[in-house]
């Protein structure tokens, strides 16, 4: 309705310089209600997958855990595994900085938001439940920070 210019295809390099000159010097309106950035998933919390010969995006708050296996970072999303562009969980901590993630064993990393259960294990290991019904296993030297983020200090294990 607000529309500046249009292009028909074939686009020629003119013809999309001429609209990108239009779009540079209007001054957009303002409209009332919500920004459409606000309605938006923010950026930082998306990150590209493969999808046979391309990508989509996969929204952080949608995936339960990251597994690295062979120098491949795997997302976990609705049950299912997919492919990222990392190596390693230390690229996956620097792309979403803060307490989002937890580093549950050596391979995994967890999104705390996700975890549907805890159990102890022998020998201070644990294991986590995330929505969909994985199980993963805690590490020794983790159970302690998941057991505080969880709220679980101090409770009886059996």
Do not use: M, Q
Request: glycine share 10%.
């Amino acid at each position: 309705a607000a529309a500046v210019d249009y292009l028909l295809k074939p686009v020629s390099e003119d013809r999309l310089a001429k609209t990108l000159e239009r779009l540079h010097h209007r001054e957009i309106p303002r409209r009332k209600g919500p920004e459409l950035a606000a309605l938006l998933p923010n950026p930082a919390e998306r990150f590209p997958v493969r999808a046979g010969e391309g990508f989509v995006f996969l929204d952080l708050r949608k995936v339960t855990h990251f597994e690295v296996c062979e120098e491949v970072v795997y997302a976990w999303a609705g049950g299912e595994r997919y492919r990222t562009s990392w190596t390693s969980l230390a690229e996956v901590e620097t792309a979403f900085p803060g307490d989002d993630l937890l580093r549950i064993h050596r391979h995994l990393l967890v999104r705390p938001a996700s975890i549907t259960g805890f159990k102890p294990l022998l020998g201070g290991r644990g294991e986590v439940r995330v929505a969909g019904g994985k199980t993963l296993e805690v590490s020794r030297g983790s159970v302690p920070k998941l057991r505080a983020i969880l709220g679980l200090h101090g409770k009886s294990e059996n």
